[in-house]
């Protein structure tokens, strides 16, 4: 057990089983109720790899872990759709990219259809996410990662150089493009 975990547990549960007296009960139930979460925690934000053996669409893609494919959408970029302009062009670059090789995983969660939130790694470093912004093939989530002045400038820069889908003066971001096709 990490150090973190322990003190964590420690502030939660401080008091002895004979200071709890008659509170035992539910005081263990809470101390292993908090460990259990802090312990998941610490599952989900561990870096982890594996290979890409599938790609869905431009921002998500499925990665091997244990003999099970986990989807993974990629954090903070927001790619077309697969029926939408450039939705096409954005899954080949990705696929250009990742397809078949060994990746790191830095998850920051999961989304609401289970999915694993990542940033995605190359072995010699690169940022898979910010490659794909970088080379103009989808958006900076302004949604979900409004902090992120790394993809913010890297939006820019794509747009000011026409690159991908900047081409195009009439792209329409997908949660637009969503909205209108429903």
Not at 128 to 154: F, H, I, P
Request: with cysteine; glycine share 8%; proline share 5%.
């Amino acid at each position: 057990m990490s150090q973190q975990i322990q003190d964590a547990a420690f502030i939660a549960c401080p008091k002895t089983a004979r200071e709890c007296a008659g509170f035992w009960p539910l005081r263990s139930l809470s101390c292993s109720l908090l460990f259990v979460s802090l312990v998941t925690s610490q599952v989900i934000a561990a870096d982890h790899n594996g290979r890409v053996v599938g790609i869905i669409d431009g921002d998500t893609i499925e990665v091997l872990q244990k003999q099970h494919p986990e989807r993974v959408r990629l954090n903070g970029i927001d790619c077309p759709e697969k029926r939408q302009a450039y939705g096409n062009k954005a899954k080949q670059a990705v696929s250009e990219l990742v397809y078949g090789k060994e990746v790191t995983l830095q998850p920051h969660g999961f989304d609401k259809y289970g999915r694993t939130i990542a940033d995605v790694f190359l072995p010699d470093g690169t940022n898979v996410n910010q490659t794909l912004v970088k080379n103009g093939w989808c958006w900076w989530s302004r949604k979900y990662a409004s902090g992120d002045m790394v993809l913010e400038g890297l939006e820019k820069e794509a747009r000011e150089a026409k690159k991908g889908l900047w081409v195009d003066p009439a792209h329409v971001p997908p949660q637009e493009w969503r909205k209108r096709t429903r």
